[in-house]
Nanobody, 129 residues
């Protein structure tokens, strides 16, 4: 089991930027796809971004494409989500997740919460208008 700890959340004005980090407890390279999801009260968990084990492939929700960037450093066991041009609609609790994808998993698999077995505790992002 991979233990994940998120950090970097906080309060930012609309149009501003934040960088979220996720520290993993063991080597994340070669096995784990990493992703960020977010959730607001009374709504479903929403996929935000994912990155494959090597960092070569990335996936984004349409709502954040062009504004958010996911990256990873396997040597440091960290995953980062850089969020630019933040909007009030981006306010949520952001969760880091780790999962094992098979070679047969298509791109849509990376957006499914059921593909991720390990989750962090979440970090709050608040965007003021």
């Amino acid at each position: 089991q991979v233990q994940l700890v998120e950090s970097g959340g906080g309060l930012v004005q609309a149009g501003g930027s934040l960088t979220l980090s996720c520290a993993a407890s063991e080597r994340t390279s070669s096995r784990h796809t990493m992703a960020w999801f977010r959730q607001v009260p009374a709504k479903e968990l929403e996929f935000v971004a994912a990155i494959n084990w090597s960092g070569v492939s990335t996936y984004y929700a349409d709502s954040v494409k062009g504004r958010f960037t996911i990256s990873r450093d396997n040597a440091k066991n960290t995953v980062t989500l850089r969020m630019n041009s933040l909007k009030p609609d981006d306010a949520a609790v952001y969760y880091c997740a780790a999962g094992a994808m098979s070679p047969f998993d298509g791109s849509s698999s990376y957006t499914k919460r059921t593909k991720y077995a390990d989750w962090g505790q979440g970090t709050q992002v608040t965007v003021s208008s």
